[in-house]
């Protein structure tokens, strides 16, 4: 397996060791996204043995493509017969593979940009769930392959794959496409109508071209869906029919050659290219939805009016005081549409009481507390907490190998008493001589590197969290996009080593070995979550993070000097002493043993319900499609298992376990995080400039006296146009977010809104 390897390798393919049970790398592979292995990375990891090998796709492998087949390859055949009848000879090009459970994987270079995966046919399985038959791996996907047990080349060789041209790449996925089987749920209409669309069940129906008069009440979107000519709006914007029949073929604008980019068959508009905005792929859209969209932007009141100046619809005029709900809605009758998603419930800032561990950290909590001219018990906690896991770094672990190293972000205004809880920490550490494991900025990804290199653990402690994440969101700055991909490494491999880069012409400088990272950032609340971004919530960057709010400034007090307790120093000074292992002279330091802190059996079966809990919780989110869901609750065990060692040695240093009292409150502490996390992320993260515009409307409403403002107070605090703010307050009142009320004023009342 590492002669293969290699071959791969030095052949552009990005090659790593993988687990062939469960189809993923054994190492951590985001660094490799953007760059090779090195010889001697593959000689090290496949000199031990491994059950499996994969690729990287996409960019990194050289624009490299496949196409998997999945469900046994059921539809590889027909997708085979329809590529030699549109391009013969172009089939026997492609590197073609069997899995372990007998599909295909098609395998080629494109000579283009490779976009993400996609999926090209599915069908729905027989117990309704929708089965993916064919999808592709591209830009930051992988696949395991030969000579991982299971898999086999049948056709061509992996070292040699062909470079395709773009209109050979269109064919084959047109040809993978034309096998799909379902659509997915119409959009039909502002946030879209869940009603299944299958071409297999469902009779074509063409609309028809005279205007007849509508039913009384019908609305305008309904009535186009059943009458309008959805072809010539179509046409007008650029979109070219190249099929007819009951499944017409339709090709994006701007393209004149190639595969087609949707479907139409007389009911539903199915997109599945990538690149025609303003449709997504996947998706199935009505006629009414494609109307809105070409015609009004999205703006679905503007488009019912319209309308309804047209014909469609109800007679009444537009500007009558009519529901603007019910003349935008669309779709299934109203017992058929699902209520609007209320979004995660809010469990509220961290209990104080869940801020105290016992031993070391309550210690360093008291005297800073005491000391402190603003005493803030969650900056405290924070800092107490971060000093442990710095101070054990290296020097223990879990039977599981999970370390001390975590991201900690303390949230709270100005001049709240962030830094005295910083000050605390380095007056320790340089107390017992450990003051050159301080850090303060992140300059760049290197010098982090170059950091933990001349020391491999350190504590940055920053009050530059929100700045760095909004240079990353909006400048979209290398510099700091470098140092987020950085932190995103050093969290995951604490228990491995880190390859320092090789610079051109010179010998490697050599590895971190068992890299530490702690980090004490603090940042503004708002600051924070404005800066946030939908691809830092799914990267892991957001679900790494312990996020601890301060609340509101406290009492102050008059500053007092005083030294540092005793115990104290004394725990600090213990650590900095220690060394565990067994005695190896000055390698201890380089290549550390880490002391194993063993769970009780109490302990050990809590975690294992943890672990369950977390699991069930990440299920419900992937059936969902919630991608922060899954992100986040994906951490939640490794987080748990972080805290309950921290818990234990900061009880007992000396003779630490991990007793059931660390793992309930650990449990506790992680599990309200992670849903105060998703609460707030969803009240702040926007996925787009309108749904930002709503996101701040409400922030108004919540923050605001009896969480309701007056609509001229409100306008003004929004700084938009009569419109948009219209089309803002419009769309709210139809989710559910906001309801129109009358606010007392001294004269007469004054119309408003209330969060719902």
Known sequence: MRDAAQQYLAAGLCVLPARRDQKRPTVPWKPYQTRLPTVAEVDAWFANEQTGLCVLTGQVSGNHELIDFDQGGARFAAWCENVRATRPGLLEQLVISKTQRDGRHAQYRFDGEVSGNLKLAQRRGDDGKVVTLIETRGEGGLYLCAPTPGYEVLQGDLCRLPVITAEERDILLQCAWDLNEYVPPVVDGPGGTPKDATPATRSPQGPTSGHGEPTVGLRPGDDYNQRGDVRSVLRECGWQCTRGGDNEHWRRPDKTSGSNSATFNGEHFYVFSSSAAPFEPNRAYSPFSVYTLLKHGGNWEAAARQLRTEGYGSDGPPDSDVDIAAIVGQGAPAEEVEPPNPGPPDPGPMPLEMLRVPGFISEVMDHCLATAPYPNQ???????????????????????????????????????????????????????????????????????????????????????????????????????????????????????????????????????????????????????????????????????????????????????????????????????????????????????????????????????????????????????????????????????????????????????????????????????????????????????????????????????????????????????????????????????????????????????????
């Open 378 to 756: 969650a900056m405290a906690f924070s800092g107490a907490l971060t000093l442990v896991a710095l101070l054990s770094g290296r020097k223990v672990r879990d039977s599981g190998d999970n370390r001390t190293n975590i991201y900690l972000l303390g949230l709270a205004h100005s001049a709240a008493g962030k830094d005295w809880p910083r000050k605390v920490n380095t007056q320790i550490l340089h107390a017992v001589g450990m003051a050159d494991c301080l850090g303060e900025r992140f300059a760049s990804g290197e010098g982090i590197q170059d950091a933990l290199f001349l020391n491999p653990a350190m504590l940055f402690q920053t009050d530059e969290i929100d700045g760095l994440l909004q240079s990353i969101n909006k400048a979209r700055d290398a510099r700091h996009e470098a140092v987020q991909s950085t932190l995103l490494t050093f969290f995951s491999i604490s228990n491995s080593v880190f390859p320092m880069r090789r610079r051109a012409g010179r010998e490697s400088p050599g590895v971190i070995d068992q890299p530490h990272l702690v980090i004490f950032g603090t940042a503004i609340p708002n600051h924070y979550y404005e800066a946030l971004s939908e691809r830092m919530l799914t990267n892991g960057f957001f679900a790494r993070m312990i996020i601890i709010e301060a609340g509101q400034r406290g009492t102050g007090q008059e500053p007092s000097i005083r030294d540092l307790p005793p115990r104290v120093l004394d725990a600090a000074k213990w650590w900095s002493d220690f060394q565990p292992g067994e005695y190896r002279g000055n390698l201890l330091g380089i290549h550390p043993v880490p002391k194993v802190v063993e769970h009780t059996d109490e302990a050990r079966r809590l975690m294992i319900e943890v672990r369950l809990e977390a699991e069930a919780e990440y299920a419900t989110a992937e059936e969902k499609s919630d991608a922060v869901g899954t992100t986040v609750w994906g951490r939640v065990s490794e987080q748990t298992r972080k805290l309950a060692l921290i818990y234990a040695v900061s009880e007992d240093h000396v003779e630490p376990r991990i007793s059931l009292a660390a793992v309930q409150w650990a449990s506790q502490f992680v599990m309200h995080q992670t849903r105060r996390m998703l609460f707030m992320a969803a009240g702040h993260v926007a996925d787009n400039p309108f749904h930002a515009q709503c996101l701040r409307l409400m922030q108004r409403l919540r923050t605001a006296p009896g969480r309701q403002i007056a609509r001229r107070d409100l306008m003004r605090a929004m700084h938009c146009k009569v419109a948009d703010f219209d089309q803002i307050v419009s769309t709210l009142i139809q989710q559910d977010e906001i309801v129109p009320v009358n606010i007392p004023t001294r004269t007469r009342p004054a119309q408003g809104y209330r969060v719902a």
